[in-house]
């Protein structure tokens, strides 16, 4: 198990992110395994939650959902 910090700091990949998190995942398992989102944003059944971190604290990974189910995620500095 690892620590908050370092949770946003290991296992950023594209494959390790696409393992962990795949199409249809809640958004109660994305919050239990990353915490809460650097920034969100919702508008009706949609909604979209940013998180920033890698070693590099660079990386930033945004999470699509629809009626709280992922349907996409975006890679930012990968």
């Given at each position: ?36 989102p650097f920034a969100t944003r919702s508008a009706g ?6 998180y920033v971190g890698g070693a590099s604290g660079q ?20």
């Amino acid at each position: 198990m690892y620590t908050y910090d370092e949770v946003h700091v290991r296992g950023w990949t594209h494959e390790s992110f696409d393992q962990r998190f795949p199409v249809g995942t809640s958004e109660t398992q994305v919050f239990e395994k990353l915490g809460s989102p650097f920034a969100t944003r919702s508008a009706g059944d949609l909604s979209r939650w940013d998180y920033v971190g890698g070693a590099s604290g660079q990386l930033h990974v945004v999470f699509l959902f629809k009626n709280s189910a992922l349907t996409e995620k975006k890679f930012v500095n990968f």
